[in-house]
């Protein structure tokens, strides 16, 4: 079992559409949690981090449930732009990342 | 911010010759890197972590002496794949981790083995 799960999608949705991502994690002794926005061929660029109470940065809102092992990206009005793959992140207690297979977003015109 | 700069972006290099990889941390002292590898349509894959003057530490089933990592200093990290097979052709990415601006990728370097 992979150390950090997604639906690899793709997600296909309109301009203006809500969409959420979801991901869950296997060790429970994970201690940061990341969600990254990979462009094609690109290196991943942080998003936003993820904390229990949730955060929200603009359209995103993030959610974080420890007891569930289970991490969420909710992105409202869709743009074009938004059009990526979401990387699900966390971070063992040495500090490395260990990322997920990514779930691939398409939003079209 | 913090810019970790990473050469080449883009290289090609016949079957049995070596490859390095470089990754400079230009405006801070980054003390550990990790060295990542993502082939195509799938996860980054952590190989292997460096610290500097310090030997590297592999993840399972990477090799180590196929895959040599050097961090001599704190703002240079080297990752030198040696003996190149078709199969090595995959994107490899740095991070270095900074207790200041957490963690910031170089750039990737798309390695193709013919």
């Known amino acids: 079992r992979k150390e950090v799960e997604q639906d690899p999608g793709p997600f296909n949705v309109p301009e203006g559409a809500t969409v959420a991502f979801n991901c869950t994690y296997s060790n429970s002794a994970s201690q940061s949690f990341f969600w990254y926005r990979q462009d094609c061929r690109k290196e991943p660029k942080l998003l936003m981090s993820v904390y229990s109470s949730g955060n929200e940065d603009g359209r995103f809102t993030a959610q974080l449930n420890r007891a569930s092992q289970y991490i969420s990206l909710l992105i409202r009005d869709s743009k074009l732009s938004d059009s990526a793959t979401y990387l699900c992140?966390?971070?063992?207690?040495?500090?490395?990342?260990?990322f997920g297979q990514g779930t691939t977003l398409q939003v079209k015109p | 911010g913090a810019v970790v700069s990473q050469h080449p972006s883009r290289v090609i290099c016949k079957s049995g010759t070596s490859v390095k990889i470089e990754c400079r941390s230009l405006?801070?002292?980054?003390?550990?890197m990790f060295w990542y590898r993502q082939f195509p349509k799938q996860s980054l894959m952590l190989m292997a972590t460096?610290?500097?003057?310090?030997?590297?530490?592999?993840e399972q089933g990477v090799e180590k002496d196929k895959f040599l990592i050097n961090h001599a200093s704190l703002t240079l990290s080297t990752l030198t794949v040696t003996s190149a097979h078709p199969e090595d052709s995959s994107f490899y990415i740095c991070s270095a981790a900074d207790r200041s601006y957490g963690y910031t990728f170089g750039s990737g370097t798309r390695l193709t083995v013919v």
């Open positions: 405006d801070f002292q980054a003390t550990t």
């Open positions: 992140v966390v971070t063992r207690n040495t500090g490395k990342l260990i």
């Open positions: 460096s610290n500097e003057g310090s030997k590297a530490t592999y």
